[in-house]
């Protein structure tokens, strides 16, 4: 295969792959085009496999397309993975959630040891409309919802979902937060797969007992001597 067939393979499928990118982003052309600072035609021709970008440019939109550079060199198909909110029932997660916040709220007004009729007259509702939070029968304003778990000396961060998919979701979005706030040479060290030993290694000492590390620590200190 000559030099230029095998450009003009690479083009075409950097091409697919670019297209792919941009679908599964939900951008159109027009976005990706501006944003790395060409015309709509001739990004156009980038996804037509007529033309190829630059590195600067396929690294410009890897960056606006939220997406790692590697897969401009792999088979992978990540436009017809569906986003994330349509495998949700989302109703039916509002209305699971709306009991559940019902019932924590119930717990937080038990654990003040408030009756109904004293939380509803201290925070200027009537009985009937807390019942209606507490058994998840409507949906509790978020001011009342803080007003509430004010006067009986609740968190709204004990509220926030942990367990369910918008939870698990928000729990990796701030793991990737704090990975970022990592420095550079941290950030490099845990990435790299020969320091997985040691990193198993410090999650398996962050459990131990303040005893058990300090006897740990006096064993090593023996076999040192």
């Known amino acids: 295969m000559t030099i230029q067939v095998q450009v003009s393979v690479r083009s075409r499928k950097l091409g697919v792959l670019i297209r792919d990118a941009r679908l599964a982003a939900r951008k159109t052309v027009p976005e990706c085009a501006a ?3 060409v015309t709509g035609g001739i990004f156009r021709a980038y996804e037509e496999g007529r033309r190829a970008p630059s590195l600067p440019e396929l690294e410009l939109l890897a960056y606006f397309l939220n997406l790692p550079m590697h897969h401009f060199w792999s088979k992978e198909v990540r436009s017809d993975d569906a986003p994330p909110t349509e ?3 989302l109703p039916a997660l509002i209305g699971i959630r709306q009991r559940l916040i019902g019932v924590m709220l119930r717990q937080q ?12 007259e201290r925070s200027g509702m009537t009985t009937a409309r807390l019942r209606a939070f507490e ?3 409507r949906p509790i304003p978020l ?3 803080e ?8 968190r709204i961060e004990e509220l926030f979902d942990q367990t369910g998919p918008v939870g698990r979701w928000q729990i990796r979005q701030r793991a990737i937060q704090d990975f970022l706030q990592l420095p550079p040479e941290v950030q490099e060290f845990v990435c790299k797969p020969v320091n997985r030993p040691y990193l198993d290694l410090a999650q398996k000492l962050s459990g131990m007992t303040t005893d058990r590390l300090r006897a740990l620590a006096e064993d090593l200190l023996d076999i040192t001597l």
């Open 109 to 120: 007004r038990e654990k003040a040891s408030l009756s109904p009729r004293q939380l509803a």
């Open 35 to 37: 944003a790395i600072g």
């Open 135 to 137: 058994l998840g029968e």
């Open 87 to 89: 495998t949700l029932n």
């Open 147 to 154: 007003s509430l778990l004010g006067l009986t000396g609740g």
């Open 143 to 145: 001011p009342e919802l």
